[in-house]
């Protein structure tokens, strides 16, 4: 192996690190703005392609600070009424299968029958 060929695999693996570590910080700054861990894991990548480019640091401050601006518009009901929500729907979960085969029956012939 060449002494060059060392070079650029020294270099093709610092690269790796540095956008491994770019998708990271990424993904924290991007929940912050998507709110879905899903669509973050599906951006993440795409953004720290994209943090390479002269600029593009703008760009994404521009969609902070129009996240914060949505955030203050809506007085930050939406991120409350989404982990409410989540709550709500868990309890209701939790309702229906503490309920008996028997109590269901009960439940749809008694209303029938009135």
Same mark, same amino acid.
């Given at each position: 192996m060449?002494?060059?060929?060392?070079?650029?695999?020294?270099?093709?693996?610092?690269?790796?690190?540095?956008h491994?570590?770019a *998708? #990271? %910080?990424? !993904?924290?700054?991007?929940?912050?703005?998507?709110?879905d861990?899903? &669509?973050?894991?599906?951006?993440?990548?795409?953004?720290?392609?994209?943090?390479?480019?002269d600029?593009? *640091? #703008? %760009?994404? !401050?521009l969609?902070?600070?129009k996240?914060?601006?949505?955030?203050a &518009?809506?007085?930050?009901?939406?991120?409350?009424?989404?982990?409410?929500?989540?709550?709500?729907?868990? *309890?209701?979960?939790? !309702?229906?299968?503490t309920l008996?085969?028997?109590?269901?029956?009960e439940?749809?012939?008694?209303?029938?029958?009135?």
């Amino acid at each position: 192996m060449s002494m060059l060929e060392k070079l650029k695999k020294g270099f093709n693996k610092k690269a790796e690190v540095n956008h491994t570590t770019a *998708e #990271k %910080v990424y !993904e924290e700054k991007l929940q912050k703005i998507l709110y879905d861990a899903d &669509l973050v894991k599906e951006f993440a990548p795409i953004f720290a392609k994209l943090s390479q480019h002269d600029g593009f *640091e #703008k %760009v994404f !401050e521009l969609l902070e600070s129009k996240e914060s601006q949505l955030e203050a &518009l809506a007085g930050g009901e939406w991120t409350k009424q989404e982990e409410t929500g989540n709550n709500e729907q868990e *309890e209701e979960e939790k !309702e229906v299968k503490t309920l008996t085969a028997d109590q269901i029956l009960e439940a749809k012939y008694s209303n029938k029958e009135k």
